[in-house]
Structure formats: structure tokens, C-alpha cells
């Protein structure tokens, strides 16, 4: 598999199905893990940081979980493709900052990507489509135990897995759940249901994780704390959360369909009609009507209309996709011309 490769094939992540899919996009689970004894990588030099990726890569290569894998080398790699696997969600904005001796290993179905030599040596998660946090510890809970049995990892009886960020030891596990909430947006709740989640010790981010804002009323809820809980303790935690916020968006798009069906339907209409128009289109609007869409799509506003297709629109009108389908780098203008090129083309297949 190479990087165009991924440019026709859809993230499992992106598929649209899974539990209470019309409101969360995707479930992630992320565990970091550091070798004993082994500099961190902020504090290892090249040659301390060369040996950790090929270790880690050797280890990788022999996992029975990750034969359908493949290693993508950032020393190799130029800024538009490090950044089309930042859109994909297959690594962060920090990996790709700094590309000497890192690496991001992804699986065919890109349910699964492990950055290297990232913040901490070993960056793992996977993800799943829909409100699916348990499946996704279950299949990065086998990667994990496999990779211990090569690996010593380093621990601490006191505090648990060590990292190089003190919130992250003790389990270093994160999960995340990426939700569409345009209804709280619309109905001005969205606000209280923020401030309700960081009282309870959750933080709330945007498209792209940490340092993003939210966009097209996308959110993305995961927990601050990993030390002094399980993974399981984790998990129900973010569960019961999720469940209550799955709850108030589905309160608000009734509010917004009692209240102002034909209101809503027109603004709805009115993205869509844009969509399949437009011949120049940047991409904070393309996103703003794509996220309109797709609640056209949940409440049955839209007809014949795959939330699937729309989900992979938000990721495919990205500035490095465009590059990556034209194969050259774009100025903003010509980017804008090609990104409403493809969602005339994609709107106009369904």
C-alpha cells in the first residue's frame, strides 16, 4: 500500500455506520507507551532516536495484528503528504512537524496507525465508526499485549506506564469520541453542554485533536486524566458522558423540527443546492454545508443521500486530498476551484 492508495479507499472510521452514527462520527482509543530505559524522544539524539524506530519497527514487523500493515517513513515524505495523513486522522500535527527518525505505521483498513518517535516512542490508536469505544480497546488491547511480550515497556507500581506528559501516565490511555452536535449549536446550548463536560474533567477539541478548533460542529470529547483509573473505569466514564450528550442533541433536533421544520428544511435545502452549484468554494464553508447536509441526511430532509458520502467529503475537500488528486501543489484559489469541482462530481453520483 503507498499514500495514493488511500486516496480511493474509504476510513473505516468514515463509514457512517456503527451505534447512534447520525451523532457521533467516529470512537478512538490511543495508548502511549515508552521503552525502559530508552531517552524519551524530546531528550534522545539522533543516533538514540534512529535505534528506538528500528526497534520499534522490527517489533511491529513481526506483530500476527498488523501483517497488513505498512510503514510510511516522514524523512521520506514532503509537507502535502504528511499533511494528508493529518486530514485522515492516521497521525498528528505534531509528528509531522519534525521528521527525522519518525515514522507512522497504518493498516490496510486504517483502523489502526502507530506513530513513532512521536511525544512518546510508541503512539497507538485505533478507530472505529460510530459510539464503539469497547471495540476499539478490544482490537488495541491485543496490539498492545503482543507488542509487551518484545518490548519492555517502561512502568512504574506507583504510577503506572511513565510518559512524557504527566497527564497521560497511569493507564496512557485516551479515548475519544468525535460527535456532530448542530443542534446544540442552532438551539445556543452548546455552550452549557461545554462547560458541563470540562467541570466533570473532560476536554473538548475540534476536527483535528489538540490545538484545533471546532468546526462545522464537529467536537471531539475525550478524557484529561489517564492516572489512578482503569481502562475500563475509562471507558464507562466517557460512556456515560457520550450517552448524556447523545441525548441532548437528539432533544434539540426535535426542538428544531417542532419548532421550525421549514425553517430548518430551507437552510438545509439551501447548503445543499450550494453544494451541487458552486464552482469556487473555500474550505470553512464547504465544511459549515457539508455539516447541514448531513443533518438534512440523520433527520430525512435529504432523501437518496449516504451520510457515508458525506462523511468522506469533510476529509476529501481537504487542502492536501486536492493536492494529492491533482498530483501538484495549488495556490488557495485553485484549490477552492477543485475542491467544488469534486463535491459537484461526488453530489451528482447519488
Known sequence: MN???????????????????????????????????????????????K?????IQDVLGRNE????????????????DKQFLVE????????AQKSENKAVVV????????????????????????????????????????LGKDLRFAFSAEWGYLTACPTNAGTAMRGSVMLHLPALV???QINQVLAAISKLSFTTRGLYGEGTQASGNFFQV?????????????????????????????????????????????????????????????????IELL????????????????????NELFILTQPAHLQKFQSKKLTQQERDVTRAELIRSRLSKT
Not at 485522515?88 to 509528528?95: P, T, Y
Not at 455539516?291 to 451520510?307: A, E, F, Q
Open 222 to 286: 475525550s478524557n484529561q486524566v489517564a492516572m489512578g483509573h482503569s481502562e475500563q473505569e475509562i471507558i464507562d466514564n466517557i460512556n456515560g458522558l457520550i450517552r448524556q450528550i447523545i441525548e441532548q442533541e437528539t432533544q434539540s433536533r426535535e426542538v428544531l423540527l417542532s419548532s421550525g421544520r421549514s425553517m430548518l428544511e430551507d437552510k438545509i435545502s439551501r447548503s445543499f443546492g450550494i453544494l451541487k452549484s458552486a464552482h469556487i468554494i473555500s474550505s470553512q464553508e464547504t
Open 107 to 146: 493498516d490496510n483498513d486504517e483502523i489502526v496507525s502507530i506513530m513513532i518517535n512521536e511525544e512518546d516512542h510508541i503512539r497507538a490508536q485505533v478507530m472505529q465508526s460510530g459510539f464503539n469505544l469497547y471495540e476499539a480497546w478490544n482490537i488495541i488491547n491485543r496490539i498492545d499485549d503482543q
Open 291 to 310: 455539516s447541514l447536509v448531513r443533518l438534512g441526511c440523520d433527520l430525512g430532509v435529504v432523501k437518496d443521500m449516504n451520510r457515508r458520502v458525506v
Open 3 to 49: 499514500l495514493d492508495d488511500l486516496l480511493h479507499h474509504s476510513s473505516e472510521w468514515l463509514k457512517g455506520t456503527g451505534p447512534h452514527s447520525d451523532i457521533v462520527i467516529s470512537s478512538r482509543i490511543r495508548l502511549a507507551r515508552n521503552i525502559d530505559k530508552v531517552a524519551f524522544p524530546h531528550w534522545a539524539n539522533k543516533k538514540q532516536s
Open 186 to 188: 442552532m438551539t445556543r
Open 51 to 55: 535505534q528506538t524506530l528500528e526497534t
Open 65 to 80: 495484528l498488523l501483517k497488513k500493515a505498512t510503514t510510511f517513513s516522514l524523512t521520506e515524505m514532503d509537507a502535502v
Open 88 to 95: 485522515r486522522h492516521l497521525m498528528s500535527l505534531e509528528h
